[in-house]
């Protein structure tokens, strides 16, 4: 067991049940989170908009979550191992980093936000790539 990759798949986790919720209570959350006031506007005026894009996001971040449980032997060896937590870690770092530049710029989204959730995503992207460097040879 790996314990770098449990806490990975149980943040990715998490952050899915987050997204959940955004689509659950709707404009607050969205405003709460920093996903920009269209789509709160959207999501108050009952588009499927918020709801489509935040379900995306809830899926993929659902298979991450698998993948890390995967590698961490948690449940059973998922295809392409290494390869997929390989490109989750690299999302996760070039979003994290990405993310500091467009503090100046937000694009509809307050600077907070982006700082943020810069963080957080180069704080999972390290989890990821410390599980990953440990299991390397294994995955």
């Given at each position: 067991m790996n314990v770098?990759?449990?806490?990975?798949?149980v943040?990715?986790?998490?952050?899915?049940?987050l997204h959940l919720g955004c689509i659950y209570f709707g404009a607050p959350w969205y405003r709460f989170f920093g996903a920009g006031e269209k789509m709160a506007t959207l999501a108050e005026q009952g588009s499927?908009?918020?709801?489509v894009i935040t379900s995306i996001i809830v899926i993929l971040l659902s298979i991450w979550s698998l993948y890390a449980f995967s590698a961490a032997g948690v449940i059973s060896r998922l295809p392409f191992l290494r390869l997929v937590l390989s490109l989750i870690t690299l999302i996760y770092l070039v979003r994290g980093i990405a993310g500091?530049?467009?503090?100046?710029?937000?694009?509809?989204?307050?600077?907070?936000?982006?700082l943020w959730s810069s963080i957080i995503c180069l704080l999972f992207g390290i989890i990821h790539f410390i599980g990953v460097k440990q299991l390397w040879t294994s995955l």
């Amino acid at each position: 067991m790996n314990v770098f990759l449990i806490v990975a798949g149980v943040l990715n986790a998490f952050v899915a049940l987050l997204h959940l919720g955004c689509i659950y209570f709707g404009a607050p959350w969205y405003r709460f989170f920093g996903a920009g006031e269209k789509m709160a506007t959207l999501a108050e005026q009952g588009s499927l908009h918020p709801t489509v894009i935040t379900s995306i996001i809830v899926i993929l971040l659902s298979i991450w979550s698998l993948y890390a449980f995967s590698a961490a032997g948690v449940i059973s060896r998922l295809p392409f191992l290494r390869l997929v937590l390989s490109l989750i870690t690299l999302i996760y770092l070039v979003r994290g980093i990405a993310g500091i530049f467009l503090i100046s710029s937000p694009m509809g989204r307050t600077p907070e936000f982006w700082l943020w959730s810069s963080i957080i995503c180069l704080l999972f992207g390290i989890i990821h790539f410390i599980g990953v460097k440990q299991l390397w040879t294994s995955l």
